[in-house]
């Protein structure tokens, strides 16, 4: 194993030798890391991950080994709701080489230097790597799929120089706001016109039509907990009412003020 190692770094070596010397290139522009799929086990003892489909990779490829999620919340229904316990692996990432690919396990030359949970959603992703680069239309990137747990990344390589005459947008391509939910049933939520109760709850369960969904970040959606004005870490909060959207911003940011219910007389909400 060991040997096999050293001949594959040589290999490499010499490819990026050559890109090295003829890898200028001028005009980038488009949508970058095409190529990329999810981990669905890291071994730390030989160096290898296992995807969901290695189709595509090529030894002496540069690669991106990333992690989107795996951070804990508080689940209290209280302000705190949603308030990070633990990062734990979320936003881990190295560069590696490609050595081997055989079947759907992919070698590196390197040692993999983070500790990964595959529950949190890592991918790998290919990388373009050149020696100057000058961009020559707008780049951008994949939006974020939950659902195969790639996107949302844009990255590329200047050993030399970049110079950047256009821009590089992922605008819209990150972690998806909360969804939109219609209910056809006015005033079905256990209230009437003139009194009621009032739904100020920080968390309720997906569907409830007291609320709508929270914004997906650095932590998954807690089982029972997916609606309501709470936070989910850097996820905006939902809105507590019928109607009315939350106004919860990504990130650490404030957010807008949420939407105005139809009728607020009957369903109270904040």
């Known amino acids: 194993m060991k040997k096999i190692a050293q001949i594959c770094f040589v290999l490499v070596f010499a490819m990026l030798t050559s890109s090295f010397v003829i890898g200028q290139i001028t005009g980038l522009a488009g949508t970058l890391n095409q190529l990329k799929v999810r981990v669905t086990n890291v071994n730390n003892s030989n160096n290898s991950v296992n995807v969901s489909s290695a189709a595509g990779f090529a030894l002496g490829d540069t690669v991106l080994l990333i992690q989107m999620k795996g951070a804990t919340v508080n689940e209290t229904n ?9 990062i734990g692996n979320a936003g881990q990432y190295e560069f590696a080489t490609i050595c081997d690919v055989t079947g759907n396990t992919i070698t590196f030359t390197n040692n993999i230097l983070n500790t990964y949970t595959i529950s949190g959603h890592v991918q790998l992703i290919q990388v373009p790597v050149y020696q100057n680069v000058v961009v020559g239309g707008t780049l951008r990137g994949d939006a974020w799929d939950l659902n195969t ?9 200047a050993r030399g120089w970049l110079r950047m005459n256009a821009p590089a947008r992922m605008n819209g391509t990150g972690f998806r706001g909360g969804w939109d939910l219609n209910s056809y049933a006015p005033c ?13 709850d920080y968390h309720y ?3 409830n039509c007291r609320s709508s969904s929270k914004g997906e970040s650095i932590a998954d959606s807690v089982s029972g907990k997916e609606f ?7 996820g905006g909060g939902g809105g507590n009412d019928h109607n009315a959207g939350g106004g919860g911003g990504g990130n650490y940011g404030a957010g807008g003020v949420g939407g105005i219910t139809l009728n607020p ?3 109270f909400g904040q």
Do not use: R
């Open 78 to 86: 209280t302000a705190s709701f949603g308030n990070i316990n633990d």
């Open 149 to 157: 747990g790639t996107g949302g990344v844009m990255v590329v390589v």
């Open 188 to 200: 079905d939520c256990n209230c009437s016109f003139g009194g009621g109760p009032t739904f100020t």
């Open 205 to 207: 369960n997906s569907g």
């Open 228 to 234: 309501g004005k709470g936070k989910l870490a850097a």
């Open 265 to 267: 007389s009957c369903f």
